[in-house]
């Protein structure tokens, strides 16, 4: 595995090839004869390595046929798609029938190598991209013998190896032997043998080097959605529908639902078809409220696990007794306190004339996704033009920085008042004022909500109060879209919009047919007016429309229409890069006391390396490219402003406010560089929610850890471990460390840094 040049050093032969390119590259089999199999076939490759390094990557060989062959001249091409191209040379040997040839990055002796049968030739070029690869078997001649994989990206559910904290998997070659260019034709590895004995006997390295391959295994089941999901306690549960895949039908699978310890197995099931089981029986009665999962178990032991989509509730009350009012709003929600995050609140206000018992009524937010709803189980009562408010440490709910939406619901469901934003302003309540939503200085809880704007806000605000009454657009934001320049691969856009502060980015759409809105394409920042949308056909029409959301509304634009020129596309700026040229090393998803977000790279190599027009993008498809005008006072050299070189060892700093690009802090995250031929250079995610004023760094041992000692502009050298409240490790390096270059050991005592946008209040140390 590659893609983390910080403590360690690469050799980068060439860029990537197109993903076409080496598809092509592959034999074509499709009409290859038993006999025509090849003596000596590429048989397990451990793409992603092990347990104990990323780099103990390996590739077998081995004779599958009856006489010695003879490998003098023979090499192992390996084609990337991201990153570099590797060849090498065999050992000039011969190969006995039914024998091996194990290639690796390690001898077996090594630190970082899991290995534990002897390695004929150790090589520490090997590089396999986790992002795509094609290897191939050449003999002297240059002629392709063998061929694996099929150069696209491996997928991330591991089914065709993995490298995760429970170990790692390899990837073997099918029997019957098959083309080795189709996807097909391999397995991930089930058996381990000739790996060291690991401490810790839950991670496993599944693989067989200078072994027999495993044995196939039937595909394990998988579930996509169930019916009902939800169901009421001490009741009988008739399952109508679970829907999936690879399900047994004779005999029938095990079906259980599990909550903890608890497990409530299935009666009466019926398989209809492997895609569908329509019947299953369960006995709720002793069954606790909350959400459970439900788990598919075929007779052969493997199971499908669709977690937390059965939610067991209390029996419902007697809606007699529930009030169903229309007169309850959302007042006022305080998404982003000064005082940490734990003070957000959402107010409810009855403008009616009597008292309404919320009893069973539920606050959410946003929908899907998003945290659990909150049910008030009590009497909450709330008089005639009252005000109640609930807060985070009751509610659970966890309004997002970067947009979110706050909902109240009825006892049945029925969706009564919401609340919507785009990016929560520090300090600052979004409250229900003069028929409008809108962000106030004055925050009012539990009383009359009250509008203070900053002087800026208060001289446009007479501006924006015209453009909200319009009858023609509720919303009183129009966005007008209009083509700015086109070639052959390229259009560019630009937009005006009535009051810029309303809205924080665009969505921008794209479309072959004219009305209709089409695909989103990408998202922009709304305050740079235009954007380009690249990567067309040429001599084609395209539609485009634009969107941009603020309180509850959703501003659309005109549709306008662009015909791409025929011919070669424009060139466009080259400044193409390397996988692990510069590298993604920290970013602080939540900030608090009122800090901005951040996102921290690094240049791990010993060449200055100049990032113009390279991009940084989010899950969201938000992006933002290098722009030289962002860096003024920034560079050293102020009479070239044309290039962004990043030197040596030297780090910068991405504030938010500069890039648009605002982190997740529910529901994960990635976040991807890129170069200026959208070539992936490097990546950093997580998955879980961002704690406030937690770091999320690249520690020296190569993993990425929670920490609330932030390093912003310096090395990690953090080597401390603890706990979360919820008892899980949050810095606990385990495996060797990569061995410090020189370099690295400089970019720590000279701490070169770049600070670009960040704001001059951030505290100087993050340790708590």
């Not at 899907?368 to 807060?391: E, K, V, W």
Request: aromatic share 8%; glycine share 8%.
């Amino acid at each position: 595995m590659r893609g983390r040049g910080l403590f360690g050093l690469a050799i980068i032969i060439s860029g990537a090839l197109p993903i076409g390119w080496l598809i092509n590259a592959v034999p074509d089999w499709s009409r290859a004869k038993a006999e025509e199999i090849p003596a000596v076939i590429i048989s397990e490759i451990a793409w992603a390595g092990s347990s104990v390094s990323q780099y103990d990557e390996w590739i077998e060989l081995k004779n599958v046929s009856t006489d010695i062959s003879d490998l003098t001249g023979w090499k192992i091409v390996i084609t990337n798609t991201v990153g570099a191209d590797i060849s090498l040379s065999l050992p000039s040997k011969p190969l006995s029938a039914d024998s091996f040839l194990l290639i690796a990055n390690y001898p077996d002796d090594h630190a970082n190598s899991a290995l534990n049968a002897t390695v004929d030739l150790p090589e520490t070029d090997i590089s396999i991209s986790n992002e795509g690869f094609v290897i191939e078997l050449r003999d002297p001649a240059d002629t392709v013998v063998d061929t694996a994989w099929d150069g696209t990206k491996p997928p991330s559910n591991g089914e065709y190896g993995y490298r995760n904290s429970s170990g790692s998997a390899a990837i073997e070659r099918r029997t019957p032997i098959e083309p080795g260019g189709i996807k097909n034709s391999w397995q991930k590895a089930n058996n381990s043998i000739n790996f060291d004995t690991l401490p810790d006997p839950q991670v496993i390295n599944w693989g067989t080097p200078k072994s027999t391959n495993s044995q196939p295994t039937s595909a394990a089941p998988t579930i996509f959605l169930i019916s009902p999901t939800i169901a009421e306690i001490d009741t009988a549960l008739e399952m109508e529908a679970i829907e999936g895949d690879n399900f047994s039908i004779n005999p029938a699978p095990r079906i259980e639902l599990r909550d903890g310890t608890q497990i409530i197995t299935a009666t009466d099931v019926h398989v209809l078809t492997p895609t569908l089981i329509d019947s299953a029986r369960f006995d709720l009665h002793g069954a606790t409220a909350g959400q459970w999962d439900v788990v598919v178990i075929n007779p052969d032991g493997q199971e499908g696990v669709f977690p937390n989509e059965l939610e067991l509730v209390e029996p419902e009350e007697d809606e007699d007794e529930l009030d169903y009012s229309n007169n309850i709003i959302i007042n006022e929600i305080y998404p982003k306190p000064s005082t940490g995050s734990n003070d957000e609140f959402i107010e409810l206000y009855n403008t009616g004339e009597a008292a309404i018992n919320l009893k069973g009524w539920q606050l959410d937010d946003q929908s899907p996704g998003g945290s659990a709803p909150y049910t008030i189980t009590d009497n909450q009562i709330i008089s005639p033009r009252g005000y109640l408010s609930f807060i985070k440490t009751v509610t659970h709910l966890s309004l997002n920085d970067g947009g979110d939406s706050a909902r109240l619901l009825q006892p049945n469901g029925t969706l009564i008042s919401q609340a919507t934003y785009s990016t929560a302003i520090a300090g600052q309540s979004y409250a229900w004022l003069n028929d409008r939503w809108q962000w106030t200085l004055r925050v009012t809880k539990n009383a009359k909500n009250i509008l203070e704007l900053t002087e800026e806000e208060d001289e446009d605000s007479a501006v924006a109060e015209e453009q909200l009454s319009s009858e023609e657009n509720p919303s009183g934001i129009e966005l007008e879209l209009s083509v700015s320049q086109v070639d052959a691969s390229a259009v560019t856009l630009e937009w005006q919009l009535d009051e810029l502060g309303y809205i924080d980015e665009v969505e921008i759409f794209i479309s072959l047919k004219a009305g209709e809105r089409g695909e989103l394409s990408r998202v922009a920042p709304a305050r740079h007016r235009e954007a380009e949308v690249i990567e067309l056909k040429p001599n084609t029409k395209y539609w485009f429309t634009i969107t941009g959301d603020y309180n509850a509304y959703t501003a659309v634009s005109n549709q306008v229409a662009a015909t791409t020129k025929s011919g070669t596309p424009a060139q466009k700026l080259n400044n193409s890069g390397a996988a692990g040229q510069i590298i993604i090393t920290e970013l602080l998803p939540n900030p608090g006391g009122g800090d901005s977000e951040w996102i921290e790279i690094f240049n791990p190599t010993d060449q200055p390396v100049i990032i113009t027009g390279w991009q940084l993008m989010d899950k969201s498809k938000r992006r933002y490219t290098f722009t030289a005008l962002d860096f003024i006072g920034i560079q050293a050299d102020d009479e070239e402003m044309g290039d962004i070189i990043i030197e040596p060892g030297q780090y910068l700093l991405l504030d938010q406010d500069m890039t648009g690009i605002h982190l997740n802090n529910s529901g994960g995250e990635e976040i991807y560089l890129m170069d200026s031929e959208d070539n992936i250079i490097d990546t950093a995610a997580y998955h879980s929610s961002a704690k406030r004023d937690y770091a999320y760094i690249l520690a020296p041992n190569e993993k990425w850890f929670w920490t609330e000692e932030a390093t912003p502009g310096i090395a990690n050298n953090i080597t401390f471990e603890g706990e979360m409240e919820d008892g899980s490790n949050y810095l606990t390096p385990s495996g060797p460390p990569k061995s410090w270059s020189p370099l690295s050991w400089l970019s720590l005592l000279l701490s070169a840094i770049m600070l670009v946008g960040i704001k001059r209040n951030v505290k100087a140390n993050y340790q708590k």
